[in-house]
């Protein structure tokens, strides 16, 4: 076997993308025992960051060992006991998951489905949790397989009203769009590293709130072999995954530190350089990059002659879907970004498989540098193939955006 030489990829596609270099650097950082205090420390550490990323001050902010899918299962497999109803609404692919994976936990779901490429308004989801009645709403933010953006900011108010359980997955757009936990009121929330992050997939920031965790917390069974004398059993059904289980999982981070799994130190070094990345910069002021890059990067699509997909008006901050012109082979000039330029630019799933090119502007790579160079490798291409536009356009229209014209 070789030495590990992967190409010097640019990711600009819908995440991973390239990482920062610091948190590259924080994952190669030697370990520590799991009880060591230093490292205790550092799960103190990593649960007060995460309050101030996912703003909130939910004591119960943690992370969940796995891709972001593990802190989607976590969520529902704790609080959903077979039979609960749970409302899903669709606006893409990951809306899809949510729904699967609430299917497996047991729920009786229910689904209200939007065009890929448009949202949800408030009363279409407050019509249906009257008609549902769920114990449950899980929602997506921005759905990467669309690009789109659900609005949250009036749905906590509808879910407190009719009592019921308020999740968001705002895996792919935390860091780079709006989120607000507390005053949006959502009660759980989980994310991935491999966005607007900046990081590696393989960790999953959670926050729970106390009304989401007194619910979990009556389905509490600690496990036979560490179980003590003050353990008492909740009195609602035994949590279906053990991995998954947050009771175990909430007194492991906390006081106790009741053993449940090894944690997984790497990722949480760099789960926690990702979070100080961020907080360094600003949660107001990473988001604005984010909106700034992606502006320019949609003018200069726009600039070559390219049609964006969806309601641009719910866009995503760091991901812009493209119609592949008709007359062009999308995955052969994909093929090419990768093989002749070293870019990497997304295809899709589902319906939109084969029509859409999505192409990212997050984390690390949400720079004018990333931008002009994807732009710029971009509109070659589509000029050799026999596209028509104007040598240049993208890369002005870019540019007048970073210079305020645009
Ligand atoms: C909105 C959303 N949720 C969940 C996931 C699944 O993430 P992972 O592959 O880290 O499990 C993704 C990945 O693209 C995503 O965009």
Request: aromatic share 6%.
């Amino acid at each position: 076997m070789k030495h590990l030489t992967p190409p010097p990829r640019l990711l600009m596609g819908p995440g991973p993308i390239n990482c920062y270099p610091r948190v590259l650097s924080a994952m190669s950082t030697q370990l520590i025992g799991q009880y060591d205090p230093v490292m205790t420390g550092y799960m103190n550490e990593v649960m007060s960051l995460y309050r101030d990323v996912f703003r909130t001050n939910n004591k119960a902010t943690l992370l969940i060992d796995g891709t972001s899918r593990a802190g989607i299962e976590a969520v529902l497999v704790s609080c959903i006991e077979p039979g609960d109803k749970v409302l899903v609404p669709v606006f893409g692919r990951f809306g899809h998951l949510l729904k699967e994976i609430a299917e497996r936990a047991g729920a009786d779901v229910h689904c209200i489905e939007a065009t890929w490429g448009e949202v949800f308004e408030p009363q279409q989801i407050e019509d249906a949790i009257k008609q549902v009645q769920p114990k449950v709403l899980a929602l997506v933010q921005g759905d990467t397989s669309t690009t789109m953006l659900q609005p949250l900011d009036q749905i906590g108010d509808i879910c407190r009203r009719h009592d019921v359980i308020f999740y968001s997955d705002a895996t792919a757009s935390i860091g780079g769009n709006p989120f607000e936990t507390d005053k949006w009121q959502l009660d759980a929330v989980s994310v991935g590293l491999q966005k607007c992050l900046g990081g590696p997939s393989g960790s999953a920031p959670i926050t729970l709130s106390e009304r989401y965790v007194d619910l979990v917390r009556s389905r509490q069974h600690v496990e036979a072999g560490i179980k003590a004398d003050h353990h008492s059993a909740g009195s609602g059904s035994r949590i279906r995954s053990n991995y998954f289980d947050i009771p175990m999982i909430l007194d492991y981070w906390g006081e106790e530190r009741l053993n449940h799994h090894t944690e997984a130190t790497s990722m949480l070094y760099c789960a926690r350089e990702c979070a100080i990345n961020l907080l360094e910069e600003g949660v107001t002021e990473s988001i604005a990059r984010h909106e700034l890059h992606g502006k320019a990067m949609l003018a200069g699509i726009q600039g070559m002659n390219l049609q964006p997909f969806g309601d641009l008006t719910h866009k995503m901050n760091n991901v812009v879907g493209v119609h592949i012109p008709s007359g062009v082979d999308g995955e052969h000039i994909r093929h090419q970004l990768l093989h002749d330029f070293n870019i990497e630019i997304g295809t899709s799933f589902g319906p939109l498989h084969g029509k859409i090119w999505r192409i990212g502007t997050m984390g690390y790579n949400a720079r004018q540098d990333t931008v002009l160079h994807t732009l710029q490798s971009l509109e070659t291409l589509l000029r050799r193939g026999g596209h028509k536009l104007h040598p240049g356009q993208a890369i002005d229209c870019a540019f007048n955006v970073y210079s305020g014209k645009g």
